[in-house]
Structures are given as C-alpha cells and as structure tokens.
C-alpha cells in the first residue's frame, strides 16, 4: 500500500501563489502515477494534474493549464503541486492520489487506490 501525506494549504489573495506537497511512503510509490485532484464544495472530486513515465509525463485539466505545474523529486517521494494566478474558484480541497502506472481513466477518481487526507485552499 502507498500512504500519501499532503502539505502547504492556506489561504491566499486572488492571484497569489502556494506549493502544494505530497510525501509518498510504502509499496510501489516509486513506479506510481501520481495526480492532484481538487473538491470544491457541493463538487464532485476532479483531476487537476497527473505526472508518471518516471516524472517525465505530465497532464493538466484545461482549467489550470499555464498556471499550475506538477513537479516529483528524484526520489519519487515527493510530489509538487505549484500553484500561481489562483482564483477564487480554486478554492477546494487539495488530494494527492496514486495509482498503478498503466491505469485507465487517470482523470477518474475512482481508478485511484490510495489518497492522502486533503489540504485545504482558499482563494479570496
């Protein structure tokens, strides 16, 4: 099993910056696709990012393209999400999640087998 530990919420202007982190631990983290999903409230769960191949693949949801990148370290343990040019209807909880690396539907949640606890952002 992989466990998933999120990082770096906190409220923040329109337009400002935060850098989500994610530190994977256990089974098979290493050679895991990783991905940011986001639940704003009264949402369902949506992807935001996905890196795997290694960290040299990455996707973005249309809704953050040019404004937030996916990031791992060398390790693997690590996983980054840099947030700039917020907005309001950023706000949500932030999930980090793996899953096997040759999974289907990488932007559904249910493919997913491991979760962190979420962090919060607000944008106001």
């Known amino acids: 099993d992989v466990q998933l530990v999120e990082s770096g919420g906190g409220s923040v202007q329109a337009g400002g910056s935060l850098t989500l982190s994610c530190v994977a631990s256990?089974?098979?983290?290493?050679?895991?696709?990783m991905a940011w999903f986001r639940q704003r409230p009264g949402q369902e769960r949506e992807g935001v990012a996905l890196i795997f191949r290694g960290g040299g693949t990455t996707n973005y949801a249309n809704f953050v393209k040019g404004r937030f990148t996916i990031s791992q370290d060398t390790t693997k343990t690590t996983t980054w999400l840099h947030m700039r040019d917020l907005r309001p209807e950023d706000t949500a909880m932030y999930y980090c999640?793996?899953?096997?690396?040759?999974?289907?539907?990488?932007?559904?949640?249910?493919?997913?087998?491991?979760w962190g606890q979420g962090t919060q952002v607000t944008v106001s």
């Open positions: 256990g089974d098979g983290y290493k050679r895991a696709l």
């Open positions: 999640a793996a899953t096997e690396p040759r999974s289907v539907g990488r932007w559904d949640a249910a493919s997913y087998h491991s």
